[in-house]
């Protein structure tokens, strides 16, 4: 039975994806963390900054620089994205799928390396940013008691919580990367394209890795969409939900070889479930397959193109 319970998906790092206006207003935010960071880096570099901090000054500049260049780089990817869509709306409006996501109709790719990287960037963040400011304290005379009883204790609990989720962060990378580098990267075949709401979803899934250990694996396609939420503090920030789910289990009893393809099928639902890549809030589509095997465990996870007929259920091509 198909799982229609809205819940949280907390193992993602998700950015922003602008679009439209949205993405200028991000091009626009972006330009005071460019000027800072570019103007700090150069004033501590060339001596500005003396004292203790002041082999923290370029890095901290850096930090802000690097924060400018990806928002910019995200903003400008939303905007090209928006002309693009609106080309391809105006000269093919019966196929918006093919305005929303640049789809490969053959099939598509694991999307899991490339949330490494994601991940990656934001843990080198964290850990750039927190090591800043204990050298900082460190450097400031910490270790005399300069600050007062009051204030270190507060500070070190704050310190010590937040290089113990450091420490998690670094796991959690280090357990994916080396999935990734024992199972390669999967594919997936779409059997028709794209996938109609109320109609099949047939797919056949290309593993790389030698599954013989591996006595089942677990395929979850699911809805997924992304909105802004407000944590306890009041801060925004993007949630996933999981807003459909239907999983299939796979047994064998043989094993199964390296390079073998695992076909599936799924009946997809009727209703508001259209992938929407380029809207906001973003809705989409994805295929999890997992597996437990001795060391880490097997993980793959693929987009797929589901979106509702524009010419109506009558004329609704099956695959």
């Not at 880490?296 to 091509?317: I, M, N």
Request: glycine share 12%.
């Amino acid at each position: 039975m198909p799982d229609l319970e809205r819940k949280t998906l907390s193992d993602r790092v998700t950015g922003p994806q602008p679009s439209g206006r949205g993405a200028w207003f991000m091009l626009a935010f972006c330009l005071p963390f460019l000027a800072f960071g570019l103007g700090w880096t150069i004033w501590t570099a060339g001596g500005g900054l003396t004292g203790p901090w002041s082999p923290f000054g370029v890095p901290f500049g850096a930090v802000f620089l690097g924060a400018g260049l990806l928002l910019a780089a995200t903003a400008v990817r939303g905007i090209v994205r928006g002309g693009r869509r609106r080309a391809m709306l105006s000269s093919r409006p019966d196929e918006p799928w093919l305005a929303d996501h640049p789809w490969d109709p053959q099939g598509a790719d694991d999307e899991q390396p490339r949330r490494l990287t994601q991940t990656g960037a934001f843990v080198a963040m964290w850990w750039l940013i927190l090591g800043g400011v204990q050298y900082g304290f460190l450097a400031s005379g910490w270790g005399s008691g300069r600050f007062g009883i009051c204030t270190m204790i507060p500070v070190a609990a704050v310190l010590v919580v937040m290089n113990a989720a450091g420490v998690g962060l670094v796991v959690w990378w280090l357990r994916d990367l080396l999935r990734r580098l024992r199972h390669g990267r999967s594919t997936v075949r779409f059997a028709h394209f794209p996938y109609l709401l109320g109609g099949p979803a047939e797919m056949a899934v290309s593993i790389p890795a030698d599954l013989s250990d591996c006595p089942q694996v677990a395929c979850t396609l699911r809805c997924v969409e992304e909105t802004m939420e407000r944590d306890r503090d009041g801060q925004a920030q993007v949630t996933a939900w999981q807003v459909w789910a239907d999983t299939q289990t796979v047994e064998w009893d043989r094993p199964f070889g390296r390079g073998e393809e695992l076909r599936l099928r799924f009946d997809l639902p009727e209703g508001d479930y259209e992938t929407r890549l380029s809207g906001t809030p973003r809705r989409y589509w994805e295929l999890e397959i997992t597996g437990r095997r001795p060391g880490p465990d097997y993980k793959a996870t693929f987009l797929l193109p589901v979106y509702a007929d524009p010419r109506g259920p009558e004329d609704r091509p099956r695959g």
